[in-house]
């Protein structure tokens, strides 16, 4: 023999969300009526058209339901804080990179400048009294001194 047992949908046992303001979220079909006389009058045309876009925008917010509307907020604003706080360690590492350059890399740029400059004097002076030994050596083996041209 089958026996028979009466289950009760979870919906109608537990309580309906509510929002911040009090109302309540509850999908009642009941209340609702065939509109279309309402909906065909050319009155309610001129009222959509005095609706700004906000108006527009809020009234989408009834569609997402609080608890999305909860999480998407939850997680834009910890990506929020994430780029918030990227942004700023950044700019104080570029602050620092750039401080040390200014500090250390000009100096040190300016230090290895003049060194070369000197290098290039050291060598010209060099090559300078390497050819003047040339024209004393060269004119001692001639006995007679050659006329530079």
Same mark, same amino acid.
């Given at each position: 023999?089958?026996?028979?047992?009466?289950?009760? !949908?979870?919906?109608?046992?537990?309580?309906?969300?509510? /929002?911040?303001? +009090?109302?309540?979220?509850?999908?009642?079909?009941?209340? #609702?009526? !065939?509109?279309?006389?309402?909906?065909?009058?050319?009155?309610?045309?001129?009222?959509?058209?005095?609706?700004?876009?906000?108006?527009?925008?809020?009234?989408? @917010?009834?569609? $997402? %339901?609080?608890?999305? @509307?909860? @999480?998407?907020?939850?997680?834009?604003?910890? $990506?929020?804080?994430? /780029?918030?706080?990227?942004?700023? #360690?950044?700019?104080?590492?570029?602050?620092?990179?750039?401080?040390? $350059?200014?500090?250390? +890399?000009?100096? #040190?740029? &300016?230090?290895?400048?003049?060194?070369?400059? #000197?290098?290039?004097?050291? @060598?010209?002076?060099? &090559?300078?009294?390497?050819?003047?030994?040339?024209?004393?050596? +060269?004119?001692? +083996?001639?006995?007679?001194?050659? %006329?530079? &041209?």
């Amino acid at each position: 023999m089958v026996k028979l047992e009466e289950l009760e !949908d979870e919906h109608f046992l537990s309580k309906p969300d509510s /929002t911040s303001d +009090g109302a309540l979220l509850v999908d009642d079909d009941d209340d #609702y009526t !065939d509109t279309d006389s309402e909906i065909s009058d050319d009155g309610s045309d001129a009222g959509a058209l005095e609706e700004s876009l906000f108006d527009r925008l809020s009234a989408l @917010r009834d569609i $997402i %339901p609080p608890k999305a @509307r909860a @999480r998407i907020s939850s997680v834009s604003s910890s $990506i929020a804080s994430a /780029t918030s706080s990227t942004v700023n #360690y950044s700019g104080k590492g570029l602050w620092v990179i750039a401080t040390s $350059i200014l500090l250390l +890399g000009i100096p #040190y740029a &300016l230090a290895i400048g003049e060194e070369q400059q #000197y290098m290039e004097e050291v @060598r010209r002076e060099s &090559l300078m009294s390497e050819g003047a030994q040339g024209l004393l050596q +060269g004119g001692q +083996g001639q006995g007679q001194a050659q %006329p530079a &041209l």
